[in-house]
């Protein structure tokens, strides 16, 4: 069964850094592509960063770069999303998912292109 679990949300203070971890099961990540993104209250959901099985880029929406770094684990069949001088417009649901194979590994923000969601972990940043 394909599942994926984020961890790792919390309530943090402007400024402050957070580590989320996707966990994936019933496939390896090596073999996908895999994309974070974010639900703000009375948003849409946007894409903030996937990583390419192909070459192993990266990529980040204009808004994180420069704060936020995705890496992946093999070993552990892990991703993850490490977000630092976090601000409050980062408040949202994050959420990881896998990208669909006929896309070969190139990822993107489209939310089609990715068909395995984990349910979400919650980032407050508040002061």
């Known amino acids: 069964q394909v599942q994926l679990v984020e961890s790792g949300g919390g309530l943090v203070q402007p400024g402050g850094s957070l580590r989320l971890s996707c966990a994936a099961s019933?496939?390896?990540?090596?073999?996908?592509?895999i994309g974070w993104f974010r639900q703000a209250p009375g948003k849409e959901v946007e894409g903030v960063s996937c990583i390419s099985r192909n070459n192993g880029n990266t990529y980040y929406t204009d808004s994180v770069k420069g704060r936020f770094t995705i890496s992946g684990d093999n070993a552990k069949n892990a991703v993850y999303l490490e977000m630092n001088t976090l601000k409050p417009e980062d408040t949202a649901v994050y959420y990881c998912?896998?990208?669909?194979?006929?896309?070969?590994?190139?990822?993107?923000?489209?939310?089609?292109?990715?068909?395995?969601w984990g349910q979400g972990t919650q980032v407050t940043v508040s002061s």
């Open positions: 019933g496939f390896t990540l090596d073999a996908y592509a």
């Open positions: 998912a896998k990208l669909r194979r006929n896309f070969y590994g190139f990822c993107g923000f489209r939310r089609d292109q990715y068909d395995a």
